[in-house]
């Protein structure tokens, strides 16, 4: 089955700053990749996502990126706020089948700095 | 338009009880599932429901069971809960499972711990 792998666990930046959040996924026919946001005590929410015909997208100050070839998609927030601080999940989700096809990475923790 | 609702929200077990997690979606959702978020684990999904009439193991389903009830509920056993099912619980639904890109909703979590 499909393993996704997120990198890094954790990660502090300055208000203001950039942050950017790694994954790799292992099966080459998963084509939709969302991102999740999960505040402290909260429930994981969709925040975007991109699908594999597509190579980036935009919305506001999130991106992601998606690189087929080397496999690996990314996520990029830009001028990073305290409420941005939260944990971050990336997903693969494989090609239309009658079983579960939708993997999650291990999570990021950003911490953003005031 | 609630969104995925699960009950309890904590809840303490003793080693060896049995407890019922309920879930129910009103958003008309062909497909729900059961994940546990542990730290550093990510979201692990212990079973899943494709359809009403329907239920699969995920990737952690031992020592869980699953009803879906009807197409709102879909609820999650533990027969004889251990130290090691301490965890926050997720409900999630979905339009369809076999959509490629459909997104999933969680509900609030439910938080066990088992001493």
């Known amino acids: 089955g499909e393993n996704v792998e997120q990198h890094p666990s954790t990660l502090s930046v300055q208000e203001g700053d950039s942050a950017v959040i790694k994954c790799t996924y292992s099966?080459?026919?998963?084509?939709?990749f969302p991102w999740y946001k999960q505040e402290l005590g909260k429930r994981p929410q969709l925040i975007i996502d991109?699908?594999?015909?597509?190579g980036e997208k935009k919305d506001q100050r999130i991106a992601v990126t998606l690189n087929k070839t080397a496999k690996h998609f990314s996520l990029h927030i830009t001028e990073t706020q305290p409420e941005d601080s939260a944990v971050y999940f990336c997903a693969a989700q494989g090609p239309v089948t009658g079983a579960n096809n939708l993997f999650f990475g291990t999570g990021t923790r950003l911490t953003v700095i005031p | 338009n609630a969104g995925v609702t699960q009950t309890p929200k904590f809840q303490v077990l003793k080693t060896g009880q049995s407890m019922t997690l309920q879930c129910a979606q009103d958003m008309n959702h062909n497909s729900m599932y059961w994940y546990r978020q542990d730290p550093g684990m990510g979201l692990r999904l212990i079973y899943y429901?494709?359809?009403?009439?329907?239920?699969d193991k995920g990737e952690v389903p031992n020592g869980y069971n699953v009803s879906r009830l009807n197409k709102r509920e879909f609820s999650l056993r533990l027969e004889s809960a251990a130290p090691s099912q301490t965890s926050v619980y997720f409900c999630?639904?979905?339009?369809?499972?076999?959509?490629?890109?459909?997104?999933?909703?969680f509900g609030e979590g439910s938080w066990l711990t088992v001493v």
């Open positions: 999630a639904s979905s339009e369809l499972i076999t959509s490629s890109g459909n997104t999933i909703y």
């Open positions: 991109i699908r594999s015909n597509v």
């Open positions: 099966d080459s026919a998963s084509n939709y």
């Open positions: 429901s494709a359809s009403e009439g329907t239920t």
